[in-house]
């Protein structure tokens, strides 16, 4: 897991999709848990679009679990950070 400082590259036409053991959000630095099924606001900021505001809603760490990798692992575990 990396910080990606120059943010991440939304190629026009396609679809980028953030989930479990892909390419997700870390949220640090919280001022207060979060709470399962309360939301909170999101800024997110484009190069050319400027700012969207969104909700994100707070699902509970069972809600979607990560794709199966074959070998009988979801690949979800975040061993080692």
């Given at each position: 897991?990396?910080?990606?400082?120059?943010?991440?590259?939304?190629?026009?036409?396609?679809?980028?999709?953030?989930?479990?053991?892909?390419?997700?959000?870390?949220?640090?630095?919280?001022?207060?848990?979060?709470?399962?099924?309360?939301?909170?606001?999101?800024?997110?900021?484009?190069?050319?679009?400027?700012?969207?505001?969104?909700?994100?809603?707070?699902?509970?760490?069972?809600?979607?679990?990560?794709?199966?990798?074959?070998?009988g692992?979801?690949?979800?575990?975040?061993?080692?950070?």
């Open positions: 897991m990396r910080e990606v400082p120059d943010g991440v590259l939304l190629p026009a036409g396609e679809t980028v999709t953030f989930e479990p053991s892909g390419l997700h959000l870390m949220l640090v630095g919280l001022n207060q848990p979060l709470v399962e099924g309360e939301a909170f606001p999101l800024t997110l900021q484009f190069e050319h679009a400027g700012t969207i505001e969104i909700e994100v809603p707070i699902a509970g760490i069972a809600a979607r679990e990560a794709p199966d990798d074959g070998a692992r979801n690949g979800s575990s975040h061993e080692g950070h």
